[in-house]
C-alpha cells in the first residue's frame, strides 16, 4: 500500500482536531480575556486561574513498552522455517508522542496522540526435539528455532479522559482506539543446535537457515487502549504539568498480513503537558517589612586560620610512616607489544573502518618505539597501517602479501569480489601514504581465512571479514619492543591539617594546592580534622622539580575572609642515573605479551615460540616471574579459566621456569581489553609475561 495513503487520513484527523480546538477557545464561554483598565477593580485572578482550565493542554510524552506477542504460525510468508509453530514472543522498546487534550466539562477531556516512535519488538524461541544427522551420524537433537522481529510503528490515537474525584481530581482513567503504520520492520531468523554440545548440520555448522531481512507483507494496525494517569502541577498556576501513566494497548490486528498474531502491549511512561494561563496579572504578594540592617558586634576579636601536613610514605614492609617531602623514583621499564596482522572491517564493506589510526608519512617519527612508549598493545594495534608501510620504507627488499577474506555465509557467501576489494583498500593506503611500489604488494582473495573463528561462536563473523598481512621479511610484523622510564611515586598522600580559631563561625573554606601553575585541588569541609590529597603520576609530571604549595582561605559568618601562608612541600626525584652513582638498590621491570593463540587453543605456535624464546635471555636467577594466561569474552567462565592456566602453563614450560614462577589462570574474570570489536578479542587471547629484576650496581 501507498505510504502517502495511510498517512492523509491521519493528517486529516490531526488538523480536525486542531481546528476543533481552536473553534472550541473562540466559543467557549469561559475563555479568559486581558481586562481592560475599566475592568481591573473587577477583575478576579483565581477566577481566572479556574477557568484558564478549559484551554487546550499539549505536550510530549516518552514510554517505554513492554510487548507479549500471542501467535500462531509455522514462517514468516516467503521465508521456509523447520519449526512446527511459534506461539509466543516477548520484547520492548520506547515509545515517543506528541499530544493534545481538551477539556470538555469538569470531569471529561478528549484528546489525541501521535506516537512517531513506537516500537513492537519480539524475539520468538522454540525448542523442538527432532532425529537429524549430525556429523554424519543419525541421532537425537535439540533444535531451537528463533525469529527475531523489530517492528517500528506510527500510531495515531484519539481517547477519552475522566476524572475519578473520588480520588483526585488530577487522576483521570483513558480509553482510545489506535491507528497505525509499520514505516520499518526488520527480522533475523536462524535454527541451532542446542544439545548435543558436538556436531553440526550437514553444512558443517551449528547454525542454519540463518535470513536477515526486511518484515514481509506488512499490515495496517488496529487496536485498543486504556489506562491510567496522574497530573502534577509544576508551577504555581499549574498551566505546566508532568504526567506519569500506565497504559495497555491491545492490538486486534496482525503486524504481517495472514498470520495469526496479536500483540498486548504494557506501556510506562510520563508526558510534560502545558495550557495557556490567565492573560491578566496575579496579585501581588504582600510586601514585608523592611528590617533594619544588621549590626556587626564590635567586639574585639581575632579571626586566624593555618594549615599545616604530613606526608605519608609506605615503607617496604607495608606499614606507613610520615616524612618531610614527596619522594618520586625512577625504574627501567621494557615493554614488548605484539602486532595483530589483521585489519577488520564492516559486514559488506571494503572501507578500512575509521577506529584505524592514519599518520601523515611527512610527519612520520623517526623512531617507531619511542612513540608506542604511553601505548598499550591494543592502542598500538591501531596504528598497524602506519606500522607497516613504516617498515616496508625501512627495509626496501621486503614485500607483503594482502589476503582478503569475508565471513563465508549470509550476504557475504562466496563474495570474492568484496574479499578483493578489501584487500585493495589496504594496497591502496600503503601505495598513496607511503609510496610503496605496486610490485613489492601482492594481494589475494578468498572466502574464509585458513584459520577462521567458527562462525556458529556468534562473533565468527566478525573476526572472519578481515585483511590479513604476511610478509617475507618478519621484521614487518615483528612485535614491538620498547624501553623507558617510569616514575612511582613512594608517597601516596599528603594529610593537610587546619586551624582555624573564628569567634563568629566559619561560613566557608578552602584549600588551594597548587604545583607551578596547575591546581591539584580546591576542596575542603569545614566539618573534618583532616583532608588527603592522593599524590598520582598524573600530577607529578616527569622531569620536574616543581615544589607544591598550598594556602588554607576562609570566610567567617559576618562576611570577613582572611588566609593563611603559602606554605611548600618539596619534591624528591631519585632518577635512574643518580641510583647508579649511589650504588642504590633498583629494580628493572619487564612486560611481554604473546598474542595470536588460536580460538579455543593453548598451542603456542612459531611466532610465540620465538618470542619466548628471546624472554629466556632476560631471565636471571634472581628474577621474579609472573605469568597470566587470558582468554576473549566467548566461552562459559569455566572453560575460560581452564583455557587460560593452560596457555599460561605451555608458555612456562617453554620458557623452562614451570616450577620457580607465579602462575595465574585469569580467562574472562579480567578482561584486558574491550571485546566490543574482533581486535580487542584477538589480543586477549593471551599470556602475558612480567620479569622483575632487581638490579646490583658494582
Known amino acids: 500500500m501507498n505510504k502517502m495513503k495511510v498517512k492523509t487520513p491521519i493528517i486529516y484527523v490531526l488538523l480536525c482536531l486542531s481546528c476543533a480546538t481552536t473553534l472550541y477557545s473562540q466559543l467557549n464561554p469561559f475563555e479568559i480575556k486581558q481586562p481592560i483598565n475599566a475592568d481591573l477593580e473587577n477583575y478576579d485572578y483565581n477566577l481566572e486561574l479556574e477557568k484558564s482550565k478549559y484551554n487546550p493542554r499539549y505536550g510530549i510524552f516518552l514510554g517505554y513498552n513492554f510487548n507479549f506477542h500471542n501467535t500462531n504460525f509455522q514462517e514468516l510468508p516467503g521465508y521456509p522455517n523447520c519449526c512446527e509453530s511459534f506461539n509466543n514472543g516477548f520484547g520492548s522498546g520506547f515509545n515517543l508522542a506528541i499530544m493534545a487534550q481538551l477539556r470538555i466539562d469538569t470531569n471529561l477531556h478528549l484528546g489525541a496522540r501521535l506516537s512517531h516512535i513506537n516500537n513492537l519488538n519480539a524475539v520468538f524461541k ?30 495515531f490515537t484519539p481517547y477519552v479522559a475522566y476524572n475519578i474525584k473520588q480520588i483526585s481530581e488530577d487522576f483521570q482513567i483513558l480509553g482510545g482506539v489506535n491507528l497505525g503504520v509499520i514505516p520499518k520492520a526488520n527480522f533475523v531468523q536462524y ?110 576579636s581575632k579571626f586566624i586560620v593555618d594549615a599545616k601536613h604530613s606526608i605519608i610514605k609506605i615503607n617496604p614492609d607495608g606499614t606507613e610512616s610520615e616524612t618531610d617531602e614527596i619522594i ?129 561462536e556468534g562473533l565468527g563473523d566478525e573476526e572472519n571479514r578481515r585483511v590479513e598481512i604476511y610478509s617475507n621479511d618478519s621484521r614487518i610484523t615483528d612485535a614491538i619492543l620498547s624501553f623507558d622510564t617510569i616514575s612511582v611515586v613512594r608517597t601516596p598522600y599528603v594529610k593537610f591539617i587546619p586551624s582555624i580559631d573564628a569567634p563568629y563561625g566559619i561560613a566557608n573554606s578552602n584549600l ?106 632476560r631471565i636471571k636467577p634472581e628474577s621474579n616471574i609472573i605469568i597470566s594466561g587470558y582468554t576473549d569474552i566467548i566461552g562459559s567462565p569455566e572453560f575460560n579459566r581452564k583455557l587460560a592456566t593452560d596457555r599460561a602453563t605451555t608458555s612456562a614450560k617453554r620458557l623452562g621456569v614451570s616450577n620457580d614462577v607465579e602462575l595465574y589462570g585469569i580467562g574472562t574474570d579480567e578482561l584486558l581489553y574491550d571485546n566490543t570489536y574482533p581486535e580487542g578479542r584477538f589480543y586477549c587471547r593471551t599470556v602475558t609475561i612480567n620479569i622483575t629484576t632487581p638490579i646490583k650496581n658494582d
Not at 525448542?127 to 531451537?144: P, R
Not at 497504559?247 to 510534560?272: A, C, D, E, H, R
Not at 603456542?604 to 615460540?609: A, C, E, F, S, T
Request: charged fraction near 25%; glycine fraction near 4%.
Open 328 to 456: 618520586v623514583e625512577e625504574y627501567t621499564q621494557s615493554n614488548l607489544k605484539p602486532i595483530l596482522n589483521y585489519i577488520f572491517f564492516d559486514m559488506m564493506s571494503d572501507e578500512i573502518p575509521s577506529r584505524y589510526k592514519r599518520i601523515d608519512s611527512a610527519k612520520m617519527f623517526a623512531d617507531e618505539y619511542r612513540n608506542f612508549t604511553n601505548m598499550n598493545s591494543l592502542e598500538t594495534y591501531y596504528y598497524l597501517l602506519d606500522i607497516v608501510g613504516y617498515r616496508l620504507k625501512k627495509h626496501p627488499n621486503a614485500n607483503v602479501e594482502l589476503v582478503g577474506t569475508n565471513t563465508g555465509n549470509g550476504q557475504e557467501k562466496n563474495n570474492l569480489d568484496l574479499s578483493t576489494r578489501r584487500a585493495n583498500s589496504v594496497k591502496k593506503y600503503l601505495v598513496d601514504n607511503w609510496g610503496i611500489a605496486d610490485a613489492r604488494i601482492k594481494t589475494t582473495a578468498r572466502n574464509l581465512p585458513k584459520d577462521p573463528t567458527r562462525p556458529t
Open 512 to 617: 588551594i594546592a597548587k604545583r607551578g601553575d596547575v591546581l591539584l585541588d580546591t576542596t575542603f569541609d569545614n566539618n573534618i580534622a583532616h583532608f588527603d590529597m592522593e599524590i598520582t603520576n598524573e600530577i607529578i609530571s616527569r622531569n620536574t622539580n616543581f615544589p607544591f604549595t598550598y594556602q588554607l582561605a576562609a570566610t567567617d559568618k559576618i562576611g570577613q575572609k582572611v588566609s593563611s601562608q603559602m606554605k611548600t612541600i618539596n619534591v624528591n626525584r631519585i632518577t635512574v642515573e643518580s641510583k647508579k652513582l649511589s650504588n642504590y638498590a633498583d629494580t628493572s621491570y619487564e612486560y611481554y605479551s604473546l598474542i595470536l593463540f588460536e580460538f579455543n587453543s593453548s598451542n603456542l605456535g612459531v611466532r610465540n615460540n620465538k618470542v619466548i624464546d628471546y624472554i629466556k635471555t
Open 126 to 155: 522454540r525448542k523442538e526435539n527432532k532425529e537429524i544427522t549430525l556429523a554424519g551420524v543419525l541421532q537425537n537433537a535439540t533444535i531451537e528455532n528463533i525469529i527475531d522481529v523489530s517492528i517500528n510503528t506510527i500510531i
Open 191 to 300: 535454527e541451532q543446535i542446542i544439545s548435543p554440545q558436538v556436531g553440526t548440520f550437514e553444512d558443517g555448522y551449528r547454525i542454519r537457515n540463518y535470513i536477515i531481512d526486511e518484515l514481509p507483507n506488512k499490515n495496517i494496525l488496529l487496536g485498543l487502549s486504556a489506562g491510567l494517569q496522574y497530573e502534577y502541577p509544576l508551577n504555581k498556576d499549574k498551566n505546566w504539568r508532568i504526567a506519569p501513566e500506565f497504559m495497555y494497548n491491545f492490538w486486534i490486528t496482525s503486524p504481517v498480513k495472514s498470520l495469526s498474531w496479536n500483540v498486548n502491549q504494557f506501556s510506562l511512561g510520563v508526558s510534560l503537558r502545558y495550557n495557556r494561563p490567565p492573560a491578566g496579572v496575579p496579585p501581588l504578594e504582600p510586601l514585608l517589612p523592611q528590617l533594619p540592617p544588621m549590626r556587626i558586634p564590635n567586639i574585639e
